[in-house]
Structures are given as structure tokens and as C-alpha cells.
């Protein structure tokens, strides 16, 4: 999976930024899966099309929904540039 | 997966969806035929902006359809009403912590910048405004009292006309943010002792945005903070005073005042029974919800009259978070987080991170709240 394209959303108050990331295919229930090596990982299979969201140790937080080729992402202000680089390398090499 | 949803509009309270039937024809018939500005083109066949006020003061049981003005929104017709009024250092206004935005803002502009003291009444133990406090202020002689009369957070309908008929034995101005009320329940001046009514065009009224009104009792003038083109007596150096031209600069949004008349044509048939439709629903999301034992109601009193707005939040999820889910796994629209309102949440225990908002129209089938209730079920289990 690669990622197709990345927009920055907004600044959060609390110095942390939205990204709004598109991958190149859906996101399944493997791929999401395999994102609970990252932290904890809630993933809510019985709703209308699956939710999961995802909070590291390092304050990034991941939310979406299975099926869709978009998923929304925080990322902590502390050391976002490198957490941001290390979270699209994960992406694109464990899905 | 990606299964095709249920889809379920409710977010009406930020903006009703659909429209009265036909609106959509009528803003596109507007904007496909030669443009008639009035005043401001050989082509005067319609007179819509007429045809609108007098629509609108048959609606609100006004005689005199001049003192309505038309804006272009709600928050347009507050700060026409709330700057217009001349307030100078030293005035005491008293509003509530019900308010939108669009009128503690202007209302703090002022405190900041001409030094206007703003006296805010909170809630009682009933989630009324409360009374005493209410009556403590108006000892201060305000120049101008603001209530809203629904809440945008909880639907509330406040008793305005009791907190207004006080407000006038002490000579205050009395304004009333009819923007949640107007179309979804009676709204008449005189019996709410209400000087000035604001309101917006693209909620309870059906019609499009960019489009709302300002109701003016005869003797109040407000002073004119914009002023310009009118399409009328251009041989002035000062804009007219005379209403509703006294209050209405610059080109009008002719294709939004379409849509309204026609909207407005349309409620005047079924509007009463739109919004009986809307209550009922509403008072069945709050029942179906209220069983829910994770689900926290926010103001929930099921003997209180309101509008069909249904504030809550959800034990274990964030407000935004639920809200997200709500949209993108179920299928529901609704809104999230303050509402533009962030001084109730205080007393509403909801600070500060604010509600889940459902707000629905008559529109809305009861299948909708069947699956609204199943659906915040499935969160909070």
C-alpha cells in the first residue's frame, strides 16, 4: 500500500497537527491490524463499515474506517516531523 | 467492506436539509433568468423582496411588513440590531449563557472596545433561565436585553415573553434570536414582547442560506452602521431612513430570496404540521436515547417544550471522536463540540469539549430515529 496523497488539515491547540492521509487501495482488516505493533489499537468490526483507531506511546493517533482508501492522523507536536516520517515508512512497507 | 449506509441527515439545526420542496427550482430559475435586482434594473417583473417580507410578517403576526428587513443571515440581523443601538460606555446589556456566538460576540466587542458592561444570566436547577438573576439585572436599567429563544444545544424554548414583558417595565430594548425557533414554533413579536426578532433563512424556514431578517417595532431606529447602494432615492448624500431601506445596503441575494418566498409559501400550507412532525420525532430520539445507559442526556426534562434538537454525550468516547464515527461508520450527519454556544456547557456539565448534537426537521421519517437510537446503542455498548 502507498500512500496517494497527504493534506495537512488543521493546527491543534495543543501545538499538534491533522493530517488527512489517501492511500492507494482500501484499508482492510489486515492492515489495520498489523497498525496495533504501533500501540493501541481499537477496532470496532460490528459497526456499518468498521472503525478503528489507533494511540501510540508517542501521542500519535490514527482514526478511520475500513473500506475507505482515507484515514485521518495527529501527530504529537513533540518531535511530529520525525514521528511523521517514521508512521509513512511503517505504512508503506507493513501494508 | 465500504458496504453502502444508511444515510441520515441531522444536522438541521446548523442548516435544514432538504428544502421545502421546490426551493432548489426556484434558486435556479433566480440565477438562469436575466438578474432583477430591485431598484437596479429596467427588469422589474417580480417583486420578491416584497414578496418575502410579506410572507415574513404574516408568519410572525407582524401588520407593518416594512419593519422587517431582509439580511443576509442571522448573525447579519443580530449585529444590525445589536450595534445599531448605540450602546456607549457605562451601558449595561443583559443576555444569557444560552447565546450563539453570533450575539455574545458582538456583545464582547463592544464590552472591549466602547466599554459596554454585558451581564450574562445563567441557568436554574430547572435549566431555566434563572428568574431572579434575571430580575437582580434589569435593577441595572439596561439599555438592551438579548435572550435566545431556543437553545442550539439543547432545543430549549425559553419562556421569553415572561423574562421580556420584565425587561420592558424596566425600558429596556428587548431582542430575541428567533434563529432556532422560526419556523419550528410561534414566533410573534407582540405576544413575546419582543422589539426586534433575528432570524436566518436556511434553518426552520426551509429556505436557502445567505438570506435572513430582522423584525423592528415601530419607534425603535436603529442607528445605520452599513450603509451604500439602496436602489432607491439615489439622489441622497446620506443613506434613507426610511425603513426597511434604512437597514438594507448593497445588492440583495435575489436567487436566496426566491428560494424563501417559495419556502415560505410552502410552510404557510404545511408548516404547522411539519413542525408538530419534527417535535414528536425528536421526543422519540430523546425517549429512545434516555434508555441508553452510557448515553448522558444533556437538559433532559421531557415535559419541556422545545425544538427538535438532542444534545448528549457518549461514557467512553470522545465528543469528536463519537461524532466521526457517527458520519463515517452509521451514516448519521450531525455536529459536534460547542456549537458555536460555548457558554452553556458550563452549567450543562458538557465543558469542554461540548455535545453530539442530532437535530432533525420534519423531514426526518421515524425510521431515521430508529436507526439514530440502534445506532448510538452500538457506540455505547
Not at chain 2, 419582543?194 to 424556514?205: I, N, S
Request: glycine share 10%; proline share 5%.
Amino acid at each position: 500500500m502507498n500512500i496517494a496523497s497527504v493534506k495537512k488539515v488543521e493546527d491543534c491547540f495543543d501545538g499538534g497537527s491533522v493530517f488527512s492521509y489517501e492511500m492507494d487501495e482500501e484499508v482492510t482488516e489486515a492492515s489495520i491490524k498489523r497498525l496495533g505493533v504501533l500501540g493501541r489499537l481499537d477496532y470496532f468490526p460490528h459497526f456499518p463499515r468498521p472503525f478503528y483507531r489507533l494511540i501510540t506511546d508517542d501521542g500519535l493517533q490514527i482514526k478511520g474506517v475500513e473500506g475507505e482508501r482515507d484515514f485521518q492522523v495527529i501527530f504529537p507536536r513533540k518531535e511530529k516531523e520525525k514521528i511523521k516520517e517514521e508512521f509513512e515508512r511503517f505504512i508503506t512497507t507493513h501494508n | 467492506m465500504g458496504q453502502d449506509l444508511r444515510s441520515v441527515f441531522m444536522n438541521n439545526a446548523a442548516g435544514s436539509w432538504p428544502k421545502a420542496p421546490g426551493v432548489v427550482e426556484a434558486v435556479n430559475s433566480a440565477l438562469s433568468r436575466r438578474p432583477e435586482h430591485p431598484g437596479r434594473t429596467s427588469l422589474q417583473k417580480d417583486d420578491l423582496a416584497g414578496r418575502c417580507r410579506e410572507l415574513l410578517a404574516g408568519i410572525m403576526g407582524v401588520e407593518d411588513k416594512t419593519r422587517v428587513a431582509i439580511t443576509f443571515n442571522a448573525t447579519h440581523s443580530l449585529n444590525i440590531a445589536i450595534m445599531g443601538m448605540g450602546l456607549q460606555r457605562g451601558d449595561v446589556v443583559v443576555t444569557t449563557v444560552t447565546e450563539h456566538n453570533s450575539v455574545l460576540r458582538p456583545l464582547a466587542h463592544l464590552a472591549e472596545r466602547q466599554g459596554v458592561e454585558v451581564i450574562e444570566i445563567g441557568l436554574d436547577d430547572n435549566n431555566l433561565l434563572d428568574f431572579a438573576a434575571f430580575c437582580r439585572a434589569l435593577e441595572r436599567r439596561p439599555k438592551l436585553v438579548a435572550i435566545n429563544h431556543a437553545s442550539n444545544v439543547t432545543g430549549r424554548i425559553q419562556d421569553a415573553a415572561r423574562y421580556f414583558a420584565a425587561a420592558k417595565k424596566a425600558g429596556a430594548v428587548t431582542l430575541l434570536d428567533a434563529s432556532q425557533t422560526m419556523g419550528h414554533a410561534r414566533v410573534n413579536p407582540d405576544e413575546l414582547f419582543a422589539d426586534m426578532v433575528a432570524f436566518t433563512g436556511h434553518k426552520g424556514l426551509l429556505g436557502p442560506p445567505g438570506i435572513g431578517g430582522l423584525y423592528v417595532r415601530p419607534g425603535i431606529e436603529l442607528e445605520q452602521w452599513m450603509v451604500g447602494g439602496t436602489g432607491v432615492r439615489s439622489d441622497l448624500t446620506l443613506h434613507p431612513e426610511d425603513m426597511p431601506t434604512r437597514l438594507e445596503a448593497g445588492t440583495p441575494n435575489v436567487p436566496a430570496m426566491a428560494g424563501l418566498a417559495l419556502a415560505l409559501e410552502w410552510l404557510q400550507e404545511k408548516g404547522h404540521d411539519f413542525a408538530r412532525k419534527e417535535m414528536d420525532l425528536a421526543r422519540g430520539l430523546r425517549e429512545g436515547l434516555s434508555q441508553i445507559g452510557r448515553v448522558n442526556l444533556m437538559d433532559y426534562d421531557p415535559a419541556a417544550e422545545r425544538v427538535g434538537i438532542v444534545s448528549f454525550t457518549v461514557e467512553g468516547w470522545e465528543v469528536e471522536e463519537a461524532g466521526y464515527v457517527l458520519q463515517e461508520s452509521f451514516g448519521i450527519v450531525c455536529r459536534t463540540g460547542l456549537h458555536c454556544a460555548p457558554h452553556i456547557h458550563a452549567p450543562l456539565g458538557s465543558a469542554p469539549d461540548g455535545t453530539i448534537r442530532l437535530s432533525l426537521s420534519g423531514f426526518n421519517v421515524e425510521r431515521d430515529v430508529e436507526y439514530a437510537v440502534q445506532s448510538i446503542k452500538g457506540l455505547a455498548a
